[in-house]
């Protein structure tokens, strides 16, 4: 089962209390919550003995990672998928614990904005259906063609569907066949007021895509494999949203960029709670990049893929990445 919200706040609490020393009313600014909470969850981590780091459960040897995952990158918070329990299967866990995220993060009223690819399909595949009305979902990028499996319309409505919220599609290509056809696409009225409030979603979920031959992108005609050969060879590392990004998550100036109709992605990072799914091992240069690039506020991944970045965090001496920073 996913940790809970209110134990990731206690985890947490603990952690910020004892290992840092920040005091109880830091505490309770940092997490934003109240003094009389902080010392509850102080209480309740000390009775369930998770303050013990040395007689603690396999559970939150997990969340002791996560914690320091935070720590290293700035992100506010990280769950992590164990892979070595034998009852344990990461590909199925990695959805339902990611919904089970996504379902804790949303409020009344909220503005959703949802990428494309397998990773976010699934997550809509296993959401448990909620009633939120009041919340609307919208596409963070231009559609794809039919025959392609993970597009974002569906990966949008079915989200919305599942939270019984207005969808949101967005009714252009994600990419057009030329600069200047994707330019007066983003003037017509409609495409430019979407467009306009993506930053004003309070919560974006998404994953990172690879540059990979066998890469969405590729997959879906929108690049050929020896053009994204190309796009990596000049610096390309990853793709946020439909669009490339390089290795320390920046947009590249490329003609597929500037043919992309998808959310800026300084909109995408001004919104405050953006959720990042990651699973496969090969797009760990991809993640480091989203992270680099400040596209990740709540960030889900598995065991081995977090040391991997604690790793290299750690190796090159990365400060934490804030979002006003970027």
């Not at 990042?276 to 480091?288: A, G, H, I, T, Y």
């Amino acid at each position: 089962m996913p940790i809970r919200n209110t134990d990731q706040i206690m985890h947490k609490a603990a952690w910020l209390y004892y290992s840092h020393g920040l005091r109880q009313d830091e505490v309770a600014q940092k997490l934003g919550i109240s003094r009389a909470s902080v010392a509850t969850y102080l209480r309740r981590a000390r009775e369930t003995g998770i303050v013990n780091i040395t007689t603690s459960t396999e559970l939150f040897t997990d969340d002791v990672l996560a914690r320091e995952l935070e720590d290293a990158t700035g992100v506010t918070t990280a769950w992590i998928v164990p892979e070595d329990r034998q009852a344990m299967d990461p590909t199925a866990e990695m959805p339902v614990i990611a919904a089970s995220v996504f379902l804790e993060l949303i409020n009344k009223g909220d503005r959703v904005g949802v990428a494309w690819g397998r990773t976010v399909y699934h997550i809509a595949d296993v959401m448990p259906f909620a009633d939120l009305r009041g919340v609307t979902v919208v596409q963070l990028c231009g559609n794809l063609g039919a025959p392609y499996s993970y597009r974002p319309d569906q990966c949008t409505t079915e989200i919305a569907r599942r939270l019984n919220a207005e969808g949101i599609n967005f009714y252009a290509p994600l990419v057009l066949s030329s600069e200047r056809l994707a330019e007066e696409l983003r003037r017509e009225p409609v495409i430019r007021e979407q467009l306009s409030t993506i930053a004003d979603c309070h919560l974006a979920l998404y994953s990172v895509g690879g540059i990979e031959d066998d890469s969405h992108l590729v997959k879906c005609g929108a690049l050929s494999a020896s053009e994204m050969h190309r796009m990596g060879e000049e610096g390309a590392v990853g793709v946020i949203a439909g669009q490339l990004i390089d290795g320390d998550g920046q947009w590249v100036n490329c003609a597929h960029n500037r043919r992309c109709i998808s959310a800026d992605l300084s909109s995408i990072r001004a919104i405050e709670k953006r959720m990042l799914v990651v699973q496969e091992d090969s797009k760990f240069e991809p993640l480091m990049a989203a992270l680099k690039g400040g596209f990740a506020s709540h960030l889900v991944v598995t065991t081995s893929m977090a040391r991997r970045v604690m790793e290299r965090w750690q190796r090159d001496g990365l400060g934490k990445v804030h979002a006003a920073t970027v």
